[in-house]
């Protein structure tokens, strides 16, 4: 609204000069600028002397401004995500004004307006962003990142200790924001897989800074449009979570694989029957496993402990039977270097203290891969003088995270998995993944298992069904894409979806081979290409089928398809990106650098999205 005369205290020159400033002017300077004249006023009322009023704007300005917070998350699988929106919800309950966005989603050029920022990311990978950060990351740490004086921050970094660049991302977030003139509002967190109670300790440190700077006045609570859009599914939201997980009844567990194979890929359909759990396709099933009984019965006998024996698992002081805590609680199939940092303090042994000492890194990560807690046990002696002391050092066995391979809308109160049996040999013995192990020889129908639901806003169908789609997932990567074909079908979508599918041999390995076959035919599945690596005298991947179709692949982009990739990150994920480049080059007819610019483009659209593991 422009002022005038006739709707204003002020005369026809100062109507013009503030017609001129106050569209200038930005939100945050708006609020100072009425702050700072109400305070003028009343300072005047007071018969305060006018020399004081200098120091008055950077008092009322800091005042301000604490008021209103940004949370940045950058988030793989949606841990930082779901943690950054709990810590907005506390926050706004209690009078802050909060803004939470993706990375991906944030406008970098209102960086400089921003004055509290908290930022809460995951480590991906070998010490890489998670894909909804990287861009978020390149700008930070470029030429082209502003000097940030007049920030305060902190940052909550999530990660997994047996990866050697633990909470990578999260530390050079960090570093980078206090290089840019940012100051810490509190000082950053790195949080293992067991990370509630470290949020929660970081949240409540962040709050106790924010209240410093209020000097003891709370914040005015108000209603943010934020506010409104973040409280309103709380009324349906489910009681089960990530630290209340639900109990779901196995309905089916079955072999997909044929006879012959050298794999093992089990399809387990679970009822979610009176959990008021809800899902999408794209998210994933959290599921808390129990370590293999026999592991434990060879560990204790190592130990000489009573299996009996009562021990303390917590921080609140639940206790458990020793054999009871090492089968459903403890971590006992992975070795970190925090974990052993911690054994030498329980151990005399020369060689252990040797392994961890400095210049021995390479022997240390060598030592690490493909061991486990027996391995430590039997290489290193005798573990302190009491149980409880040994269980002390360990972690919390970390839930196992599966992409859903089912729709709500197809199969109402049942979500389905597709995991794979991981068996194999290290140092001398045979190894078996956790969770895909326990699936595949403990659960019978009728059985129960804790699960929850972990929200991936980072692999979701496109809003217009009518968007082509491009799915790439060999092996059980294809798990998210029966989800996708299953709502698609459910919703009358009439988007062209094409999939590329890889596996050993044709026979024995085409998982879900009817249910393809099914929707080609009746036209839910546009296209269909498959590579099976072991029927051929040269091996074919999926990315050969890509770049044998290269030109109608283009086309689909071109068309404004989205690309979808899920599974094996290291090789299998990182070959599709390369040959994804290779296409666009040549049948875009671009330079390398066009190439690059194009598939940037393609991520910055989300057309281009992962679920890699």
């Known amino acids: 609204m422009q002022l005038q005369v006739m709707n204003s205290p002020f005369n026809q020159e100062q109507v013009e000069l503030l017609n001129r400033i106050l569209p200038t002017l930005t ?18 009322i007071s018969g305060i002397p006018s020399a004081q009023l200098r120091t008055l704007p950077a008092q009322i300005n800091e005042q301000i401004i604490s008021k209103e917070i940004t949370i940045l998350y950058g988030s793989q699988t949606g841990n930082a995500q779901g943690l950054a929106k709990k810590s907005a919800r506390k926050l706004e309950g209690i009078g802050f004004q909060v803004t939470v966005s993706s990375m991906s989603d944030f406008k ?7 004055q509290n920022l908290l930022i809460v990311v995951s480590t991906h990978g070998e010490g890489d962003p998670p894909d909804s950060a990287l861009t978020f990351h390149e700008f930070l740490h470029s030429k082209r990142a502003p000097k940030l004086a007049d920030l305060r921050f902190s940052v909550l970094a999530l990660g997994d200790s047996s990866y050697e660049f633990f909470c990578q991302t999260g530390k050079e977030f960090d570093t980078r924001l206090e290089e840019l003139g940012g100051i810490r509002l509190y000082p950053h967190f790195d949080c293992d897989v067991d990370y509630d109670e470290s949020a929660a300790e ?39 979570s990530r ?45 808390y496993p129990e370590n293999d009984p026999f592991l434990v019965d060879i560990l204790l006998e190592e130990l000489r402990w ?5 021990v303390t698992v917590n921080k609140q002081g639940d206790v458990r039977p020793l054999k009871e805590a090492l089968i459903s609680y403890f971590e006992i199939t992975v070795l970190t270097k925090p974990l052993l940092e911690k054994a030498i ?10 392994l961890l000492s400095p210049g021995n890194e390479e022997e240390l990560k060598a030592y690490l891969t493909g061991r486990d807690l027996l391995d ?15 269980v002390s050092i360990l972690r919390k066995i ?4 599966y992409s859903i391979a089912s729709s709500l809308s197809a199969n109402p109160d049942e979500v389905h998995l597709t995991i794979g049996a991981v068996r194999y040999d290290a140092h001398g013995r045979e190894r078996k993944g956790v969770c895909s192990i326990f699936a595949a020889e403990s659960l019978n129908p009728g059985d129960t298992l804790p699960v929850y639901i972990q929200h991936n806003e980072n692999f979701k169908l496109p809003q217009n069904p009518n968007t082509p789609i491009i799915m790439i997932g060999p092996g059980t990567g294809v798990a998210p894409f029966r989800s996708f074909m299953q709502e698609r079908e459910e919703m009358g979508a009439g988007g062209k979806s094409w999939l590329f599918y890889g596996d050993q041999h044709f026979v024995s390995d085409f998982l879900y081979q009817t249910e393809w076959q099914k929707w080609l035919k009746a036209g839910v599945l546009t296209k269909m290409d498959v590579a099976f690596s072991r029927d051929t005298e040269e091996k074919v991947y999926v990315q050969h089928r890509m770049l044998e179709h290269s030109k109608e692949l283009f086309e689909w982009l071109e068309e404004g398809a989205a690309v979808y990739i899920c599974g094996d990150e290291k090789y299998m994920a990182h070959d599709v990106h390369q040959t994804l480049i290779k296409i666009i080059e040549k049948e875009g007819g671009m330079s390398h650098e066009k190439a690059e610019a194009y598939f940037a483009d393609l991520q910055q659209q989300k057309r281009y999205q992962r679920d890699v593991y």
């Open 108 to 114: 970098t050029k209102k960086l400089k307006e921003v």
């Open 202 to 240: 970081w949240l409540n440190g962040v709050l106790d800074s924010l209240s410093e700077t209020q000097d003891g006045s709370a914040p005015q609570v108000h209603e943010s449009a934020h506010q409104a859009h973040e409280s309103a599914p709380q009324a349906v939201e489910s009681v089960y």
């Open 27 to 44: 939100e945050s300077q708006k609020i100072w600028l009425s702050g700072y004249l109400a305070a003028v006023q009343l300072f005047s």
């Open 398 to 401: 970390p839930a196992r995270l």
């Open 243 to 287: 630290t209340n997980p639900f109990k779901a009844e196995v309905l089916e567990n079955i072999n997909l694989n044929g006879r012959g194979s050298n794999k093992e890929t089990r399809h387990l359909e679970l009822s979610l029957e009176g959990s008021g759990l809800t899902f999408e396709p794209g998210d994933s099933l959290g599921i």
């Open 376 to 390: 430590l046990v039997r290489d290193f002696g005798q573990w302190g003088e009491t149980a409880q002391e040994f």
């Open 306 to 310: 009573d299996p009996d024996e009562m």
């Open 345 to 354: 303090k329980l151990s005399a042994n020369e060689d252990l203290h040797e």
